[in-house]
């Protein structure tokens, strides 16, 4: 891409990008800059509580069926106590219901749990990874998006803003 | 203004009250009265004993708040980095009653695998207000 045109091209595939989160037929907006965006949402109490123990997963990266198994187990949340209030349940589960994305495969075949489990997830992460990636102290899990991907908060997942800690 | 003062009113009261660390160790207190005559008062040194220790599961409160609660915790699970508990590092800490409610129940559940005693958690946060 010529740098003069670089601007307005990025700005299409943006525009490309969210036509595509809109429709429903990828999560993430991607263009041949390895630039990789997740459409930033906002509901206040789903930011603030699940935001408490890790990043607030964009609603997009998980079908509404892996969603609502997840929010009505909530007092085993993989194995940690995450109950909420019903009324707060219910309303954070609307949220993720409405803007949730397309069905995704996972290895078991049944709805995915944890966004780690599914294909997309898999293979996005499958290139150029030490192997030692997840167990890096700076790290610790696949669950801390953010450790990495630094500007995940803001639904930025691009190679710009990547960096893996020691 | 008086319809601004009542905006603010209920905001307040759909929010939880704002409260002081103070306002709730007052109220454990009543709570361990309740739960125990005998009881005296709250120790720091046995809510630092235990802050730090296990109790039959796998977690200590430390194990995500940090050794020292003035600093950054992390999250013994997922890694992400918590903010400080001790009042003294983050004023946020022990003003909310739904939060502190909601902490308490989750957290000792997953230490102790019940419900913490008043006496439990008025001791903490004496620890947690001891720290400087």
Do not use: V
């Given at each position: 891409m010529m740098t003069t045109s670089r601007y307005r091209g990025r700005r299409q595939h943006l525009w490309l990008g969210l036509l595509l989160v809109l429709s429903g037929s990828g999560a993430l907006a991607d263009d041949d800059d390895g630039e990789k965006r997740i459409r930033p949402l906002n509901h206040a109490a789903w930011r603030q509580e699940c935001s408490?123990?890790?990043?607030?997963?964009?609603?997009?990266?998980?079908p509404a069926v892996s969603w609502r198994a997840l929010m009505n187990g909530l007092g085993h949340h993989f194995g940690t106590d995450a109950s909420l209030d019903p009324q707060q349940q219910a309303d954070i589960l609307r949220f993720l219901e409405t803007n949730a994305g397309p069905s995704r495969g996972s290895k078991s075949g049944?709805?995915?749990?944890?966004?780690?489990?599914t294909r997309w997830f898999i293979h996005e992460h499958s290139?150029?990874?030490?192997?030692?990636s997840w167990q890096r102290p700076g790290v610790k899990?696949?669950?801390?998006?953010?450790?990495?991907?630094?500007?995940a908060d803001r639904g930025d997942y691009s190679e710009h803003t990547l960096r893996l800690p020691r | 203004m008086r319809f601004m003062l009542t905006t603010v009113l209920l905001f307040l009261s759909a929010s939880g009250h704002a409260e002081t660390p103070a306002d709730f160790e007052k109220q454990f207190a009543n709570h361990a009265q309740q739960e125990n005559p005998a009881f005296t008062g709250f120790s720091a040194e046995q809510g630092q004993r235990f802050y730090s220790?296990?109790?039959?599961?796998?977690?200590?409160?430390?194990?995500?708040?940090?050794?020292?609660?003035t600093g950054p915790g992390q999250h013994a699970a997922t890694g992400k980095t918590l903010a400080p508990l001790a009042p003294v590092a983050n004023?946020?800490?022990?003003?909310?009653p739904d939060e502190v409610e909601k902490w308490f129940k989750r957290n000792c559940n997953e230490v102790l695998g019940r419900a913490c005693t008043a006496q439990e958690k008025g001791d903490v946060l004496a620890y947690l207000l001891s720290v400087r």
């Open positions: 408490a123990c890790h990043l607030a997963y964009p609603p997009q990266l998980l049944s709805p995915p749990l944890r966004i780690t489990e290139e150029e990874l030490p192997a030692d899990s696949a669950a801390n998006c953010i450790a990495c991907h630094t500007a | 220790s296990t109790h039959g599961k796998e977690w200590s409160c430390a194990s995500c708040h940090g050794r020292t609660p004023a946020k800490r022990f003003t909310r």
